[in-house]
């Protein structure tokens, strides 16, 4: 018996690239976790190729995967993932925000049209500036969610997936540094409020070769997680 693939055309469009002319790695994550189940459970996206942007792609939806492709060629897939993300610790908004300073792409910045954490401008970029939190192996930025990003069913999983996403980077990254994303595991709790503050937290797990490791989350002003995620960054050679 062959189970039918169900499929729609998904389109990116240009607000919300990471690189220059291509999608944003996390806000692609958010959009195949949503597709694939409700982020009800911890969904694992792998990015085959960059996604282009202003393009007419195939989402495909068969048994528990879910692909992303442009004509014959394969770009994203995603499988739901067993066991819950670990997060790490929780930080204070009043830190997270105070610990911006320190963000290094003040001084270099490799993609800085970068939807999640890039210099745009406030209510276009979701402007996660992700600094060292002192005393700690954390970085943090406080984000404060831009009305602008919201639908009539809230904030979106990838909008939340691309708050995930760039900070897992900068956990490593030095001033002008950069890396592409690779993979990215996102499991979301509970929902993202437009015009709200949320504490955006993350930590380098590890180093492997040209693969950097790192695992990210965001807290609401009272400590409660809300969104998970694990990454894999691949540095140029």
Known sequence: MT????????????????????????????TMADA?????SPVEVTLHAPTPLET????????????????????????????????????PFT?????????????????????????REPGDGLRVFPGPVEGTDLVAAGWRVPFTVA??????ASIVGAALDCITGWAHFKPGESALLGRLAVQIHGRVYPGGAY??????????????????????LNGTLVAAARATWIAAR
């Open 3 to 30: 189970t039918a693939a169900l499929q729609t055309v998904l389109t990116v469009p240009e607000r919300f690239r990471g690189p220059a002319g291509v999608a944003n790695g996390g806000w692609i994550a958010g």
């Open 36 to 40: 694939l189940n409700g982020n009800r």
């Open 56 to 91: 007419e792609l195939c989402l495909e939806h068969v048994g528990n995967t879910v692909t992303l492709s442009d004509g014959e060629r394969l770009l994203v897939e995603a499988f739901p993932v067993a066991e819950d993300l670990t997060a790490p610790d929780f930080v």
């Open 95 to 119: 830190d997270a925000a105070r610990a911006e300073s320190g963000f290094p792409g003040w001084q270099g910045h490799a993609f800085p049209e970068c939807f999640a954490c890039g210099l």
């Open 151 to 156: 639908d009539e069913d809230g904030v979106p």
């Open 199 to 220: 504490s955006v937290v993350a930590r380098a797990t590890g180093r492997e070769g040209r693969k950097l490791f790192g695992e990210s989350a965001i807290y609401d």
